[in-house]
């Protein structure tokens, strides 16, 4: 535990806390932001509890207000030479948007990180290989955390899958650091080269970028496969790099963020609050407390969560999280939603028969489908397409989920493997 003091105080006096920083955040907002001083105009200002009263940011709300004078856009609080670090996202409509930092936010940025990164058991003197590449990416800020816990710090970047195992190999690396989609690839790659990643120096491997991670099966699936203990972070950029970390309790995320943002459970169609309680679910929202350069505030991250708020083993107090799915990936079928990491859950269930692959193919453009939704579903290899697994894995999902599937089989190696994030709907 990287800061005992703080991630172990009650969570009642971390409220008070925040509540004084929020105070002090909006009056921040209302005296530099342009965007907010019209959005909130009318809006009376108030405490943490009041909250829910003010409206929610939207990230297209964001790319509107920016202009070629302004391509941050108009919630930028800070003068040119405050900022010390801009990084980007890949813009849907071509044009990236922007992140600025001064120098204050990325080391909030950084410390967060490493409380994240840090609650899985990696500590000062061990070597950690990483496979996300630093460019234009906030991911480039998580791979200060390792340097501020004291690893060794082995960078190998995306696609460079020769390079990563000759490192392990070589090198002996204790932890990974890479997303779920391409620790699995990685198990396949290693069994058809006879690479022994089982018997490998990795002892833990660090997976973030997508959902998946904290799916039982799936990570069990990763654990039998690398022979190593998984647990997983998850951050969103518009807002901080590596918010949330796991501990070896593996029961969720810790937010490691804990000072530096608030988080919200919101219902995803309806807006409405939702308690924060041991198992309760909703969209994650969340709000700067101490950020300078273009804080946002209730922003809406489309991450469909679990939370848990009760106190877990590992001494933290901060609530944990689980990602259900992203909101914007999801689907509806006859009114049940769906998310993809939820259905590759359930097919893995049927692991050695089914490779764990799976592709979804809407019918039709848009969120909502008409039943029965076809779902891609990858053989195991050496195995032959199979009538009563279909239908075996048809009545699961229909059991788990809700949904009416029409499952077609595929012969192994047929869908796509990513060495970055895994493509599970088809567009």
Not at 358 to 376: D, F, H, N, T, Y
Request: glycine fraction near 10%.
């Amino acid at each position: 535990m990287l800061a005992p003091e703080i991630e172990t105080l009650p969570w009642a006096g971390q409220i008070a806390l925040d509540d004084a920083m929020y105070r002090s955040q909006l009056a921040y907002l209302l005296g530099r932001s342009v965007f907010y001083q019209k959005k909130l105009k009318g809006f009376p200002p108030g405490g943490l509890a009041d909250i829910s009263a003010l409206p929610f940011t939207e990230k297209s709300e964001i790319r509107l207000s920016c202009t070629v004078d302004n391509p941050i856009g108009t919630h930028l609080c800070v003068e040119r030479p405050d900022i010390v670090r801009i990084y980007s996202t890949s813009g849907t409509t071509g044009t990236p948007s922007y992140i600025p930092l001064t120098a204050d936010d990325l080391e909030r940025w950084v410390t967060a990180s490493s409380r994240s990164y840090a609650s899985s058991g990696v500590s000062a003197g061990e070597r950690i290989v990483s496979t996300y590449n630093a460019g234009p990416f906030v991911a480039g800020a998580a791979l200060g955390s390792f340097d501020r816990i004291g690893m060794c710090h082995i960078p190998v970047g995306t696609g460079n899958t020769e390079r990563l195992m000759t490192a392990i190999k070589l090198l002996k690396p204790e932890a990974a650091v890479l997303t779920p989609s391409y620790a699995a690839y990685l198990i396949e790659w290693a069994a058809e080269r006879g690479f022994d990643l089982k018997g490998s120096s990795v002892k833990r491997v660090l997976v973030a970028g997508e959902p998946g991670g904290g799916e039982p099966v799936f990570r069990n699936r990763l654990e039998e496969g690398w022979g190593a203990k998984v647990t997983e972070a998850m951050g969103i950029g518009d807002i901080g790099v590596s918010l949330w970390g796991e501990c070896e309790h593996q029961c969720g995320m810790h937010l490691g963020a804990r000072g530096f943002v608030h988080a919200e459970l919101v219902d995803a169609a309806t807006g409405a609050s939702v308690p924060m309680e041991d198992g309760a679910r909703g969209e994650l929202v969340l709000t700067h407390l101490q950020h300078r350069a273009a804080p946002l505030l209730r922003f809406r991250t489309r991450d469909h969560v679990e939370m848990w708020v009760s106190p877990c083993k590992c001494g933290r107090t901060a609530p944990r999280v689980r990602c259900i799915g992203r909101t914007d990936d999801m689907l509806i079928v006859r009114g049940v939603n769906v998310f993809p990491s939820a259905i590759r859950e359930v097919v893995s269930e049927f692991i050695p028969e089914v490779s764990g692959h799976i592709l979804v193919k809407p019918a039709m453009a848009g969120v909502k489908q008409e039943p029965p939704l076809s779902i891609a579903v990858e053989l195991a290899q050496g195995q032959i397409d199979n009538v009563a697994l279909a239908g075996k894995i048809g009545a699961r999902l229909r059991s788990v989920l809700v949904f009416t599937a029409d499952i077609q089989l595929a012969p192994f190696g047929s869908l796509q493997r990513s060495e970055y994030k895994s493509k599970l709907v088809q567009h």
